[in-house]
């Protein structure tokens, strides 16, 4: 398995912007199809935004769709999410992962191989 830690969170104020990182490292010669989930306190883990290996197929959960945006760069083993119109109810650990079950199996945790330990995003009002 691969590693995947994740950067770029922190502390904002409501309709500020946020990207997100998560550099991958360890098995990187086999790409993986790639997911976003977060967990606000309290609550379970949610999905996110997902990503195919080729960046060909997307996914985002209703609440983010037309707000964030999930990409990736193979050549640097990175996967990007842009979090643009951030709202309170955003605020949560957001959690990387990565999978190689079909895309469209990607809205669903169980389905990923392995996890990163996190970051934090904060928005306040």
């Known amino acids: 398995q691969g590693q995947l830690v994740e950067s770029g969170g922190g502390r904002v104020q409501a309709g500020d912007s946020l990207r997100l990182s998560c550099a991958a490292s360890?098995?990187?010669?086999?790409?993986?199809?790639m997911g976003w989930f977060r967990q606000a306190p309290g609550k379970e883990r949610e999905f996110v935004a997902a990503?195919?290996?080729?960046?060909?197929?997307?996914y985002y959960a209703d609440s983010v769709k037309g707000r964030f945006g999930i990409s990736r760069d193979n050549a640097k083993n990175t996967v990007f999410l842009q979090m643009n119109s951030l709202k309170t109810e955003d605020t949560a650990v957001y959690f990387c992962?990565?999978?190689?079950?079909?895309?469209?199996?990607?809205?669903?945790?169980?389905?990923?191989?392995?996890w990163g330990r996190g970051t934090q995003v904060t928005v306040s009002s």
């Open positions: 992962a990565a999978s190689r079950r079909a895309p469209i199996e990607l809205r669903v945790g169980a389905t990923y191989d392995f």
């Open positions: 360890g098995r990187t010669s086999v790409i993986y199809n």
């Open positions: 990503i195919s290996w080729n960046g060909g197929v997307t």
